[in-house]
């Protein structure tokens, strides 16, 4: 069965630091891999995704994610935090069984603090 | 476009009671989904709908209906409501091929 984990409930940093969020994955094929971000009492946005390609992603707001295929990881990262980039980050997965409707497998999520 | 509309944002329901969480997108999405959001869990697909007519269970359907109206609309309903049921809940519609999901701001539920 196809699974995601993102091992911190939480994640430190102060502005001005690079930061990464950990995900790992574990998929029967190849997989889609997704980050989406919730800031306070907002829907989920979509921030980038892995489907095939350059290992490293580029998405919103100056996010990328490093696509490991041996490690069976997709970290997302940021060179340089900002106090407004503090939420809750959600790593995801499509579900295999639905080729024609994007279901998703999300991680438990991880609340980034980014402190002046 | 407005994207994904939800209604109510905020709801307070007596444990037994009925409601019907609406959904709605205008972005011409033929896929749809309903989630439940709950501290620690992430999100957990209750239902979705590949396309209008069409409707399938997720990882946590019991207590839970879903009707899709039209292409536009997707509602949840909650015959008997239980405090279990007491979430956060996010409607999304994705476009086929797209692979990324749009996300409504969310209904948030109090079942007493």
């Known amino acids: 069965a196809q699974s995601v984990a993102q091992p911190e409930d939480q994640v430190n940093v102060a502005e001005g630091n690079p930061l990464t969020v950990k995900c790992t994955y574990s998929?029967?094929?190849?997989?889609?891999l997704f980050w989406y971000v919730q800031y306070p009492n907002r829907g989920l946005q979509f921030l980038l995704k892995y489907i095939t390609g350059d290992n490293l992603v580029k998405g919103s707001y100056g996010f990328e994610a490093e696509f490991n295929k041996s490690q069976t990881s997709f970290h997302l990262k940021k060179p340089s935090a900002l106090v407004s980039d503090s939420a809750l980050y959600f790593c995801?997965?499509?579900?295999?069984?639905?080729?024609?409707?994007?279901?998703?497998?999300f991680g438990q999520g991880t609340t980034l603090q980014v402190k002046p | 476009n407005a994207g994904v509309t939800q209604t109510p944002k905020f709801q307070v329901l007596k444990t037994g009671q009925s409601m019907t969480l609406q959904c709605a997108q205008d972005m011409n999405h033929n896929s749809m989904y309903w989630y439940r959001q709950d501290p620690g869990m992430g999100l957990r697909l209750i239902y979705y709908s590949a396309s209008e007519g069409t409707t399938d269970k997720g990882e946590v359907p019991n207590g839970y209906n879903v009707s899709r109206l039209n292409k536009r609309e997707f509602s949840l309903r909650l015959e008997s409501a239980a405090p279990s049921q007491t979430s956060v809940y996010f409607c999304a519609s994705v476009r086929t091929g797209n692979n990324e999901q749009f996300f409504g701001p969310g209904t948030r539920l109090t079942v007493l």
């Open positions: 998929v029967s094929g190849n997989p889609y």
């Open positions: 995801a997965v499509r579900d295999y069984g639905s080729s024609n409707t994007c279901k998703l497998i």
